[in-house]
């Protein structure tokens, strides 16, 4: 080929004398030296003109506009396409399909989907562009807790260690780091909230560490099994948890390169300062964190905080409009007998469905949940802090029937009502006597629970001769007495414990008289009284 020809060699072999047979021995062909030799004279350029130029110079020189390809096709914003192509869901075969649409409009040649593969391959490739091609914009994020960790120190020289959890989103870079006092569920959440307010929205994709705040298990087949707290996190930002796989830190190597700019930006920058409380700390690394965000590039224009800002920021989610609360689970709670659950020593109802079977308790800041696998069996306000051996019941959650009832005065009344008038008469003066309602509750369910021994009108009656006597309040140990030997009979129904038959001889030796002492008559044995 022309472009091949060494024609700065030519010339200066030239130069020095050579014949054009001996300048093609050099490895050229005849064809090409005279080519060379007659561009030379043509421009009327020899060796001393080109001595300094390079080899490719001195080609352009004597065949300018030789080689150079022209494509018919017409050529699409190979910059804008990339842009694009890092938005989400879009391919290159959806621009490729946008760019054919555009050519047919404007009645050019359109390359296929192949060749535009291939050209925006090159492009790339030329642009130096490769460092952001893999990643979506606004698509996920990289989450992990740094090796490093830093300390707060009190007043008494006594240090505190403080584990700093680090956040990347891989397309701009744009880092986070929140400190917290240890690594527990519950500031595995909270570091996440934090991380999405930082961002001022949410990305679809979380990818973490295998760590048992986020992640059962995940096993090399099958399903991932994740936490509970954290499953319901990543549902209320709309999110699925996608962790890396098994000691495959390439998998998040976003995060992982993040956690090493921490170590400089913020571990380091900071080794020399004392705080003394976590806000403290927190404040000083969000301003290390602009700093580290803000920092250009080396191998590219821009920073992390420009390229968020331009091209990332626009496409998050926006946050729900409730903040997230962090929950707590236990698991395999029995529900008692009575149709309630403990927690923390107060009792809570569930429905009576479920007694003796285990349930699962979410607990928040302000309510307690109980569930039976994924369905929400009922939720109750959460006891204040240091209150012990409450119940709260819904009426909604026991069975149908009737339901307890504090015992007081107005019940107790409305109990001896039922019974009659007589025992009203002697309840109401039982609380006359009191000088409070609740010092004779006792004394006045005892009278009423006379009705489990006997019916409610021998109790009636009872009280109807008690009241006759000359007690003024009368009790439970006036009126079991009376139902006991039978008081409370009618008079043509009352049985006299024994009768004389006749009146006792004053001459026990006197054999005609009847025998003496109180025996029954034969009215008794034939009469109504048996």
């Not at 994740?226 to 709309?238: G, I, V």
């Not at 939720?379 to 959650?397: F, I, Q």
């Not at 439970?476 to 006792?504: K, M, V, W």
């Amino acid at each position: 080929m022309v472009r091949k020809i060494k024609a700065k060699l030519v010339l200066r072999l030239r130069a020095e004398g050579l014949s054009r047979r001996q300048i093609a021995a050099q490895g050229m062909s005849r064809h090409s030296v005279d080519a060379v030799i007659a561009a030379a004279d043509a421009a009327g350029i020899d060796f001393g003109d080109v001595a300094d130029g390079a080899d490719a110079d001195v080609y352009v020189r004597l065949f300018p506009g030789r080689g150079e390809h022209h494509s018919v096709y017409a050529q699409p914003d190979w910059g804008e396409v990339h842009r694009e192509l890092a938005r989400v869901g879009v391919t290159l075969k959806l621009l490729h399909g946008e760019y054919r649409d555009a050519c047919q409009a404007t009645g050019t040649a359109a390359m296929g989907y192949d060749r535009f593969c291939k050209t925006y391959q090159q492009h790339v490739l030329v642009a130096g562009l490769t460092s952001r091609v893999g990643h979506k914009a606004g698509q996920s994020v990289e989450v992990d807790w740094s090796g490093k960790t830093m300390s707060l120190a009190s007043v008494t020289g006594e240090r505190t260690r403080v584990f700093l959890f680090v956040a990347c989103l891989p397309f701009s870079r744009y880092a986070f780091c929140w400190p917290s006092l240890d690594m527990k569920q519950e500031a595995w959440l909270r570091a996440h909230q934090a991380m999405f307010d930082w961002f001022g929205g949410s990305v679809p994709r979380i990818v973490p560490d295998n760590l048992k705040t986020g992640v059962i298990s995940h096993p090399a087949e099958g399903e991932v099994v994740l936490n509970d707290a954290y499953r319901e996190l990543a549902a209320h930002y709309c999110a699925a948890v996608l962790p890396g796989r098994v000691r495959k830190p390439k998998d998040k190597a976003s995060v992982e390169n993040t956690v090493s700019g921490v170590a400089t930006w913020v571990i380091a920058a900071l080794r020399d300062e004392q705080f003394a409380t976590l806000p403290e700390l927190r404040e000083a690394i969000y301003e290390r964190m602009d700093a580290y965000n803000a920092a250009p590039f080396q191998k590219r224009a821009g920073s992390r905080l420009s390229v968020f800002e331009a091209e990332e920021k626009p496409l998050l989610r926006p946050l729900p409009a409730v903040a997230y609360e962090i929950s707590r689970w236990f698991y395999g709670r029995r529900v008692r007998k009575d149709g309630h659950v403990v927690f923390e020593k107060n009792f809570y109802s569930v429905p009576y469905a479920h007694v003796g079977r285990a349930v699962d308790l979410r607990v928040t800041e302000r309510a307690l949940e109980v569930f039976d696998g994924d369905a929400r069996l009922t939720s109750h306000l959460l006891a204040p802090v240091g209150v012990t051996g409450e119940h709260y019941t819904h009426d909604s959650d026991l069975p149908d029937g009737p339901r307890y009832r504090q015992w007081d005065a107005e019940r107790v009344r409305e109990w001896a009502a039922r019974v009659g008038e007589n025992t009203t008469t002697i309840v109401n003066r039982i609380f006359e006597s009191v000088p409070v309602d609740e010092q004779g509750l006792d004394a006045a369910l005892a009278v009423l629970r006379l009705t489990r021994r006997y019916s409610a009108g021998r109790v009636e009656a009872a009280a109807r001769v008690a009241l006759g006597s000359q007690v003024r309040s009368p009790r439970y140990a006036h009126l079991r007495p009376i139902l006991e030997t039978g008081q409370d009979a009618p008079p043509a129904r009352r049985r006299p414990r024994f009768e004389p038959s006749s009146p006792p001889s004053s001459s026990l030796g006197d054999a005609s008289a009847e025998p003496a002492g109180y025996v029954r008559g034969a009215d008794y044995y034939a009469g109504e009284d048996r």
